[in-house]
């Protein structure tokens, strides 16, 4: 395994810079992940690093050290820990990362089953929950549209948990012409001339429309739902952080389709 201890030396630089930078991780079409849960996880999955590293204190933990013997076909690297800090994406660094490439985009969308449309969702968090929520629930198609925070960002990528490496995952997309002829019922979650969620027949194929944290879903967006939904709320609140409104709508679709059998 080679030491690098300098930080002027170029791979650090690029592990730097994929931390911090969205336009980084575009033109390299790189990012990281980060902790030994969500490395193993992509392992699991058949998911290929092009690079690992680990801290210098990380290298000594037992959960760490095993996954560097798995690893021990990639290009494996250690850093001191003040470096290591230096090129983590989170403010707590855990000891291990590494580097992976981000999936080529789709040159068309087009989907059949259930799904969810997001419109504006900015917040990492709250993108990496719906992201892991999704891949619970079973809903393989996710669809960013243009002003999504990016999907495959560390940080969205440490909220969803490793929900990225069993999800189709589409940025930018024409959300008009991704649902052309969809099969199903394409649901907004918004307040205005709703139909509340438990009065809904979920069983069969739906595209789930959630809006930004702030302005919720644009007027184009809207303007392709067949229903508008609400999530009934007797105990006052005027709304749902969308990272939950997106888990009732989706846990609310599984128990009806689960009703089923």
Known sequence: MKLISSRDNATVKHLHALATSARERRGSGETLIDGAHLLGVALERGVKPTRVVVS???????????????CSAFDCIELPDRLFAHVSPVDAPSGVLAVITIPPAAPEVSVTGSCVVLDGVQDPGNLGTILRTAAAVGVADVLLAPGCAQAWSPRVLRAAMGAHFGLRIFENVDAQAALAGFPGAILAADLQDSVELYDLDLRGPVAWLFGSEGQGLSPAMLALATQRVLIPMPGGMESLNVGVAAGVCLFEQLRQQRSLG
């Open 56 to 70: 210098e204190s990380g290298r000594g933990q037992a959960e760490i050290a095993a996954l560097l013997e798995a």
